[in-house]
């Protein structure tokens, strides 16, 4: 069956950098388009960022714009979000998902001093 598996979420302080990685098995990955989503306490899952399945095009949501790189590498089947310049604000859990609704379990990140 289809699994995500994320890693890579910590404890930062502000103005550091995170690398999630999100490795998936049980389907065919390159032919998929891929995201990043994030969901803080009390809010809803947001749209972090978006890839082709060949890694030609993506996608970032404003607020991390020029921060944050999503890549993959499809002979790993793995996704990956680097995230530089670290807010407060970035602090989340962080999914990868899979179309049309798979999800990983997530990964913490949170930016604080």
């Known amino acids: 069956q289809v699994q995500l598996v994320e890693s890579g979420g910590g404890l930062v302080q502000p103005g550091g950098s995170l690398r999630l990685s999100c490795t998936a098995s049980?389907?065919?990955?390159?032919?998929?388009?891929m995201g990043w989503y994030r969901q803080a306490p009390g809010k809803e899952r947001e749209l972090v960022a978006i890839i082709t399945s060949v890694g030609s095009n993506t996608n970032y949501a404003d607020s991390v714009k020029g921060r944050f790189t999503i890549s993959r590498d499809n002979a790993k089947n793995t996704v990956y979000l680097q995230m530089n310049s670290l807010k407060p604000e970035d602090t989340a859990v962080y999914y990868c998902k899979l179309p049309p609704n798979y999800w990983g379990q997530g990964t913490q990140v949170t930016v604080s001093s």
């Open positions: 049980g389907i065919i990955f390159s032919i998929y388009n």
